[in-house]
């Protein structure tokens, strides 16, 4: 089993910045690809990011491609989410995934979660 904890979320001003962190323990591999995904209120689950156990692959959402910025550090079993110029429209919980094998958009085909961690940004 793989356990992923975030962590960074919070409240920000409107163009303000956040930074996400996803930790993983347990059976964790370095293989592993990771993603980012968003749930506001009411709304369907949507992708944010994801990125491939080496760095080599990144997929963005195209309502944060040039705002937000993934990032791995293997050796601490770590991704991160660098947010910068927050949009209202932002707020959700943002929760981490792993995937066996690739960076993919389909939170479907992810195989471990973590619970997320709220974000909320103001006008």
């Known amino acids: 089993q793989v356990q992923l904890v975030e962590s960074g979320g919070g409240l920000v001003q409107a163009g303000g910045s956040l930074r996400l962190s996803c930790a993983a323990s347990?059976?964790?591999?370095?293989?592993?690809?990771m993603g980012w995904f968003r749930q506001a209120p009411g709304k369907t689950r949507e992708f944010v990011s994801a990125?491939?156990?080496?760095?080599?692959?990144?997929l963005y959402a195209d309502p944060v491609k040039g705002r937000f910025t993934i990032s791995r550090d293997n050796a601490k079993n770590t991704v991160y989410l660098l947010m910068n110029s927050l949009k209202p429209e932002d707020t959700a919980v943002y929760s981490c995934a792993a995937h066996h094998l690739e960076a993919t958009t389909d939170y479907y085909e992810y195989h471990y979660w973590g619970r997320g961690t709220q974000v909320t940004v103001s006008s």
């Open positions: 990125i491939s156990w080496d760095g080599g692959s990144i």
């Open positions: 347990g059976r964790t591999k370095s293989t592993y690809a």
